[in-house]
């Protein structure tokens, strides 16, 4: 195939022409880039993207932060462990990998496993999380210190959410995204004073609400400010078919606390590889 015939990898449509290439010839499928065409163009652009396609495989890599965010799509775990094989200190800046393998866990264990043969350990598992629209809402009361952030509080938020998440975990989203959530009116907040004292963040998609961040800053755990976040929440997903959202495995405190709000596990999980490099 001529390089006129096929979009260059700098192009969305170049990177999906390679996708569909390797599906083609896939004996054992497996893939972990789920980025939309309109996303993926966007990192493109931005200059967070890029890609090395060899036999059977192409990588996909995206810097965040100080590190960066490793995507497959291959088309047997061989072709993806020669490729991983090939993975070096990363050019674009950043220290380390991390890799989000999503599915049943017996379809993620076996990929996991390449990924641990090239130095990758599993850092966490998450697992998502359901409720119907047809479940019983809460009470819901309309409270006014429940109010929409707005382009001006995205400094004070982000540095909320740099505070208290774990970067190689839960995906923070940038100055631009956060920008793009308050212009749709897809943050909730309760101010305590100068500061957020919790913030809830969601995504609508179609007919589905994606429950994305929803922390109370721990010197307010005691104040009530997550339940009256979430009911605020649950109210105006009224129109949503379902809700989903992601949970670490193992933390049992947030668990319980999804199910009394009426969520129930699925049997998805999200495992994240993670490999750090260190100059020898």
Aim: net charge negative; aromatic share 12%; with cysteine.
């Amino acid at each position: 195939m001529t390089g006129d015939a096929t979009p260059p990898l700098r192009q969305s449509a170049g990177v999906f022409a390679a996708i569909s290439r390797i599906r083609q010839n896939a004996t054992h499928f497996t893939t972990s880039f789920f980025a939309t065409p309109e996303q993926t163009q966007g990192w493109l652009d931005e200059g967070v993207l890029s890609c090395a396609e060899s036999s059977g495989c192409l990588l996909v890599f995206r810097r965040d932060r100080d590190f960066q965010h490793l995507c497959h799509v291959a088309d047997s775990l061989e072709s993806l462990s020669e490729a991983l094989a090939t993975l070096a200190l990363p050019a674009g800046g950043g220290a380390a990998y991390t890799a989000d393998l999503v599915g049943r866990l017996e379809q993620t264990a076996p990929v996991a496993g390449v990924y641990q043969e090239h130095g990758f350990r599993t850092l966490t598992t998450l697992f998502r999380m359901f409720r119907l629209a047809g479940s019983a809402v809460m009470d819901y009361q309309p409270d006014p210190e429940v109010v929409f952030a707005e382009p001006a509080d995205v400094p004070m938020i982000a540095a909320f959410f740099d505070r208290l998440l774990n970067r190689f975990v839960d995906q923070i989203p940038d100055r631009a995204q956060f920008l793009t959530s308050a212009e749709q009116r897809a943050i909730l907040l309760i101010r305590r004073g100068a500061e957020p004292g919790g913030v809830l963040l969601f995504e609508n998609v179609g007919l589905t609400t994606l429950l994305r961040y929803w922390y109370v800053d721990e010197r307010f755990w005691h104040d009530g400010i997550g339940g009256r976040l979430i009911r605020t929440f649950l109210h105006l997903s009224g129109g949503s078919k379902r809700i989903l959202l992601w949970v670490i495995a193992d933390n049992a405190d947030a668990i319980a606390k999804y199910r009394h709000y009426g969520f129930a596990k699925e049997n998805l999980v999200d495992q994240i590889m993670f490999k750090r490099w260190r100059n020898e």
